[in-house]
């Protein structure tokens, strides 16, 4: 800061200081400003506004109520005008020769975040079915679960079966109030052929139709 010339405030400012001092008495004793510079040295606060050894102009005092920073060349100032050189946030949206082109500053009013919906699906209670026949046949095996007005009652979409190599469900949903009738076997006494297999919904039964894997005799059905 060297040749640097000050501003009338800046030196009306030293001249208020030595007035005090000298009506205090204290021209051989440090006043508080520079007993604080003493103390602390280059910590102290006052420290860049003390008078420098080297012929330096010190720094102005600060102004009341603050003043605005002055944004040198190539530096970013954030909208209220404050500096922001070095700022974490504006930092990165500044041009980088070194890391390509920066990244875009945010809206105005922010991001609308997107929310994920979520479907909930009521739990329905299921009961398992434990009234049926079975029939054994050379290549099939049939099962017969009766139940009394299901034509009337439900619908042949809310009748589902699902097939695999050694297990098979049927599921009626709406014949009861509140709860679906399953008929599981999670291992048949035999292996079956899924897309072969399937049932009917007729007037007072399902009818359930298990093609073989092998031409084997079921005593049972599992």
Do not use: C
């Not at 009338?8 to 440090?30: C, G, I, S, T």
């Not at 420290?47 to 603050?66: C, D, K, M, S, W």
């Not at 809310?158 to 291992?187: A, C, H, I, N, R």
Request: proline letters at 7%; a negative charge.
């Amino acid at each position: 800061m060297a040749g640097d010339t000050a501003s009338p405030n800046y030196f009306d400012h030293w001249d208020k200081l030595d007035k005090a001092a000298e009506a205090l008495d204290l021209e051989d004793k440090p006043n508080a400003l520079q007993d604080n510079i003493n103390r602390k040295s280059a910590n102290s606060y006052y420290y860049g506004h003390a008078r420098q050894a080297t012929g330096e102009l010190a720094a102005p005092p600060p102004v009341e109520g603050g003043r605005k920073l002055e944004v040198p060349e190539g530096a970013t100032a954030s909208k209220d005008g404050s500096l922001a050189e070095k700022s974490p946030y504006y930092y990165a949206h500044n041009k980088r020769d070194d890391l390509g082109p920066p990244a875009p500053m945010p809206e105005a009013g922010g991001i609308k975040l997107a929310v994920e919906k979520r479907v909930v699906v009521p739990t329905v209670e299921t009961k398992a079915i434990t009234n049926y026949m079975f029939l054994d046949e050379d290549d099939i095996v049939k099962v017969y679960v009766p139940l009394e007005g299901l034509s009337s009652k439900v619908t042949k979409d809310q009748v589902t079966s699902v097939f695999e190599e050694q297990s098979m469900t049927l599921t009626v949903q709406g014949y009861e109030e509140d709860k679906d009738l399953v008929l599981k076997v999670p291992k048949l006494l035999n292996e079956i052929n899924p897309e072969d297999s399937g049932h009917k919904t007729l007037k007072n039964k399902v009818v359930i139709t298990l093609s073989k894997a092998k031409k084997l005799k079921w005593a049972t059905l599992k």
